[in-house]
């Protein structure tokens, strides 16, 4: 077994048991931290793909900004184990169909896709990750896909100064 | 030597290099905070901390002796574990920084070519960002669970600040990035080794981005998580002994990283102008190296107190002014200056 090997099963254990832990902790805040150690866990897998610019950038913009702010949210409103609302019985079990369902399909995609079979993911190789070939193949392959979004952000941007503004 | 498909040299060199650079910041932030005492003493006209030891030279050992044998307290309401996971991870996000820093050339231990540089990888500056925003969590996660009103007020001021200047200081670096050309800190360092420091392309950026590491670091005159009037004693209000410690003393390692930032990224990091590139030995270019750069690191620190010491505290909208609607727009207009002239260059300085 050879230590990519431990580091990637390692990373797996963390990033599912985190999953859950987000799932079942009763204190939102709990949450919003096994979150964060989820984001880490996924980081992790990244730089095992040899995706640095792409570990990197989730850790900055996901855990470390977007977090932020749940964490603020949560943290004004001083939601806590005992503040925070509980739902009726029928409302669980809606979810727990509707969840079950994504899940089925989900199954089902990856038992449909047969090219995937037999294939392990590149470890340590490939280069599509590295910020250069990456920022190469964003400013020229996918150029336009790439601004609409930024102009997509951009509206967002703007929208919630107008909110914020009333 | 190669068992379980490791290179056990490389592990220990790692490993030993782990072990001092961390002990040398832990010392640094040590003999900083007496440092501190004097240069206010000596900005104030008044002799400082000199009763323990010669010239009051023992005088950090005995605060954190002080520190160590307070009493502990945990308050009834607190969150515990988050108390306690709190001041664990200010600490750690600060130490975590060093690890991407170069600080000196290459020597040779017994045949083989050692780095000193924890980890050169090819995102280096991408990386020193992770972890800052990391040390977030530690103000915050400290100042919610301690269940008092001031530290929660506090944790928050100094969230929203540092997520605020952690944009002017991205936007600052891009156009510093622009020029390098490279993400890794080894290589902006051995290219302006034998070169013009950065600080002469990138004058504006490095304002911007000294004055973004103040707010970072929490220090005057951006010091309002802890601003005494107004929150009592900021984020570390219900904490006590080593875990105030811990705070106060991340506190300080944050200022010798990120003035280490600076000399790396606008200041040559381990270079000497003239000096450097003559030099043949690697053994005698490791220790030049390093002396250089800790001199370099020493003036920023005093610099850092310096400014701590002269200017009073912001208010909280003039901080948020400052750092959305003067830094950021600066920001901005830096990089599309540097841009241009990037274009200029490259056009032969033809339009």
Redesign the interface.
Known sequence: M??THIIFWFLTALALVSALMVLLSKNP?YSV?WL?AVFFAISGHYILLNA??LA??N??VY???IM??F??VI??MNLDKETEPQKDIWMKIAGAVSGGCLLMMFIALVKQATEMTGKTALLKTGSIG??ENLGKALFSDYVVPFEISSVLFLSAMVGAVVIGKK | MTILALDWFLLIEKLILIAVIIFASLGVALYTTFAERKVAAILQDRPGPNRAGPFGLLQPLADGLKLITKEEIIPTHANKWLFILGPGLAMTAALMTCAVVPWGGTIDVMGHKVDLQIADINIGILYVFAVVSMGVYGVMIGGWASNNKFSLMAALRGASQAISYELAMGLSLIALLMITGSLSLRTIVEQQVGHVWNIVYQPVGFLIFFICALAECNRTPFDLPEAENELNFGYHQEYSSMKLGFYLFSEYINMFISSTIMATMFFGGYDLPFVTSHLTNPGTAAIVGIVVLMTKVVMFIFLFMWIRWTIPRFRYDQLMDLGWKKMIPLALANMLVTGFFILLKQNNWHF
Do not use: E, S
Request: charged share 0%; proline share 0%.
């Open positions: 050879a230590i805040v931290l964060v640095q610019f990197i950038v850790m900055i855990a470390g900004a932020v702010l964490l603020f943290m004004l590295l910020i």
